[in-house]
């Protein structure tokens, strides 16, 4: 194998290694913003349906929630880009 074959090959290399990457860290925001809608919105919602009342906590909670969650998403999404 020549020289300009074994360059080739460790240019494949790193690419492959930084696709991966990518993928991976923008699974990890993925996950970050699944787990901010689980935690905010559904935890807002139950105190919403213990109580009944949209109180301003509760109305804070899920406004943070849905910020957290969409920009996490939008983060992830822009990594794979």
Do not use: H, P
């Amino acid at each position: 194998m020549g020289n300009w074959q074994i360059k080739q090959e460790a240019v494949k290399n790193l690419k492959e290694r930084e696709k991966v990457r990518k993928e991976k860290l923008a699974g990890y925001f993925f996950n970050l913003s699944q787990f901010t809608f689980t935690a905010f919105i559904l935890g807002s919602a139950l105190l919403f349906f213990q109580d009944f009342n949209l109180s301003s906590e509760v109305t804070a909670m899920m406004s943070l929630g849905l910020i957290c969650t969409v920009s996490f998403a939008q983060i992830g999404n822009n990594i794979l880009k």
